[in-house]
């Protein structure tokens, strides 16, 4: 019960301004469209960046030969050669054939994280360090906090205070801006 699992981690206690990031490792597909909608307010809401783990097979609608694809993001594409200098994902991205109706791979997309396959993270695969090297840096590039958020202190269901951030709607700073309209910013 995936909602149940983002529900708990949500209660824990977590410091304001710091990045939320969530991994969820899968054996199988989850095509239950209702709970996307649910964990999709959740994860905004919260501001947390989910990554996704599952065995998928993810493929590239090209012809001519290209190294085994072993995630990807909402810009760019990773495989087996990511960890070259010389690799350019965000080129493969537009070839890449989106595993259809994996509800956790579009939440991880949507909220800013990467999908990777389980294929290629099992013990004996060929490309076991690679996928790991390259899974961990981009789970490590993507943990940074959102550059604006607001905070509330919440009232918990048992009556504790709880810091709430959320993403800012707008990176325009209205009390800032209230502040020097009438003045008060200036002496």
């Known amino acids: 019960d995936l909602l149940g699992c983002l529900e708990f981690c949500l209660r824990m206690t977590v410091r304001p301004a710091v990045a939320k990031t969530l991994i969820v490792l899968n054996c199988h597909a989850v095509y239950d469209t209702k709970v996307y909608k649910e964990i999709s307010v959740i994860l905004r809401d919260n501001d ?29 594409v990773f495989t087996t050669s990511s960890l070259k200098y010389t690799f350019d994902g965000t080129r493969l991205r537009r070839y890449l054939q989106r595993p ?15 999908t990777f396959s389980t294929n290629y993270l099992t013990t004996g695969a060929s490309n076991l360090k690679i996928a790991s090297s390259v899974l961990g840096r ?8 959102t550059d604006c958020q607001l905070c509330d202190c919440m009232v918990d269901d048992e009556g504790e205070g709880k810091v709430l951030c959320q993403r800012c709607i707008s990176t325009f700073d209205f009390i800032t801006f209230q502040w020097n309209k009438f003045g008060a910013g200036q002496f």
């Open 100 to 114: 259809v109706g994996h509800t956790l791979a579009y939440l991880a997309s949507h909220s800013g994280g990467v």
């Open 48 to 76: 947390v960046r989910m990554h996704f783990v599952s065995p998928l097979d993810l493929n590239l609608s090209i012809r001519r030969r290209h190294p085994p694809v072993i995630g990807y993001s909402e810009e760019e």
């Open 138 to 145: 981009e789970v490590a590039r993507l943990a940074h906090p």
